[in-house]
């Protein structure tokens, strides 16, 4: 049995419209993966809403990168996946970037989760692709996910993705 990181989750802080945050993604191992500041837009509780401007930088395991996209994310608390709504500034939706993680612990400034390595990719067109099977595999073996983590993410793809297939919130905001 995999244990979540928090053990009371709708216990922890609900921040405020125009907090900036620190989403910190790491590998299983704890090894930083991606690190990369947010504004809160909205935070019920459960979900919370931020906002990142394009290219300001991001830190991650390959280096230093600075994002084209202004994203507006989501974050639920209790979801092994979140939804990151890309587009270039001032311009229609590029994208919807799905990553695959298990549920966040979030302390008031710091978003942290373990990424699962699956994203699913949702295209405006309606394309929809799931992605990095293959680093899924290689890591279920290099750092011994749990079978019950395996089966938890596999799952969260199939949803995001029937989500996104439904046009269910936040596929529905366009
Ligand atoms: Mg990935």
Redesign the pocket.
Known sequence: MYHRPMKQPFCNPVASQGTRILLRATKYDGAAHWIQPFTVVSDDGVLIVAQYRARTPIFTSRGEFRSPYDSLVYFWRDRWYNVFRLSRPNCPLALWYC?ITTPPSFDGRHLGYV?L???VAVRPDGDIQL??QD?FELHQRKYGYPPDMIDRAERAAIEVRDLALRHGFPFSEG
Do not use: P, Q, V
């Open positions: 990553n990424d390595d699956l994203d992605l990095d680093e």
